[in-house]
């Protein structure tokens, strides 16, 4: 059965049955079979319906860890998807700047910007709806007024779109790259060079669904380029300004040269106290969708990310 037999088969809410017929399946755990072939749905929701019995292998329940055989018969039936949608909460925000088509967030670490599987408050979204009411809805209705997204464990500057218009003008400043976005980054290792570019392409790890990747020669194409501005005895602190806004790209382009960044266990980096990726969106300049004038914000260093990089001396 083929994968787009296999989406429309979702969408009825009818079961699907998968067949391991590929040599290459067997040995795969069953969690990792199901994310490659149903990769729109999250890995947390797939682990979800194996918990809750549906998900069945030769017709009967087995755990995610389960090893696959050639030959096995692996069947699904979808649960209903709860809508997603952003619910007003009361939560402080930090406004680094606001105008009737924009406003620009000082995000904290730790922070989700919207609402997905798992995560359904304490969101950026949440706290936008309840500040402001109305905004953007071309993202839908569980991100409005998202143009952009950071990490949960980035801080920094984001832009937020208050109206249908200026969302999409803004969309179009990123997809044509005139927005500049300038990020601060602490980085394991020291450098040979004073500033370098990384310009490889980046796509999703086919083993570890969770992780983007450079390895494969392939993918959505990408480029970094940092600048060092302090060296410390076994970390790096870098400017580092990106054209391209691809899934993880900083993370995944540091690490792909040897020097993942501070506190970026999933690309590397060794646990530490920090709590939280070394990473800040420190600058964003952009053009006003109504004036056109060119507009530079910038997000202060976090504190607690202040002060670890001051430790480090």
């Not at 319906?49 to 030769?58: C, M, P, Q, S, Y």
């Amino acid at each position: 059965m083929r994968s787009n037999s296999l989406i429309e088969y979702i969408l009825k809410k009818v079961p699907i049955h998968l067949f391991s017929l590929e040599p290459s399946d067997a040995g795969k755990r069953l969690d990792h079979y199901l994310q490659e072939q149903l990769p729109q749905f999250s890995r947390s929701r797939l682990q979800d319906w194996i918990k809750a019995g549906r998900v069945l292998v030769n017709q009967a329940a087995q755990k995610a860890s389960y090893t696959l055989h050639a030959g096995d018969t692996v069947s699904v039936e979808p649960a209903d998807l709860a809508p997603l949608t952003a619910v007003a909460e009361d939560i402080a925000l930090d406004i680094l700047y606001e105008d009737a088509d924009v406003v620009a967030i000082n995000k904290p670490a730790g922070m989700v910007v919207h609402a997905g599987a798992g995560q359904h408050s304490g969101t950026l979204t949440n706290a936008l709806v309840h500040r402001f009411g109305q905004l953007s809805s071309v993202g839908g209705a569980e991100r409005p007024g998202i143009v952009h997204r950071l990490d949960r464990y980035t801080s920094g500057v984001l832009l937020v779109a208050r109206t249908d218009a200026a969302h999409r003008n803004l969309a179009e400043q990123f997809s044509s790259r005139s927005i500049e976005k300038v990020y601060l980054a602490l980085v394991h290792g020291t450098f040979a060079t004073d500033s370098g570019r990384i310009d490889r392409p980046i796509i999703r790890d086919p083993v570890r669904r969770i992780r983007m990747t450079t390895k494969l020669g392939r993918g959505r194409n990408a480029v970094t380029d940092y600048k060092v501005l302090r060296c410390f005895e076994n970390t790096t602190l870098l400017e580092v300004k990106i054209g391209t806004g691809r899934t993880h790209q900083i993370r995944v382009h540091l690490a792909s040269i040897g020097h993942p960044v501070v506190g970026d266990t999933l690309y590397g980096a060794p646990k530490n106290e920090l709590g939280r990726y070394a990473l800040h969106a420190h600058r964003i300049t952009f053009t006003s969708p109504s004036t056109g004038e060119r507009i530079t914000v910038i997000s202060p260093l976090a504190p607690e990310l202040a002060r670890f990089i001051e430790g480090s001396t």
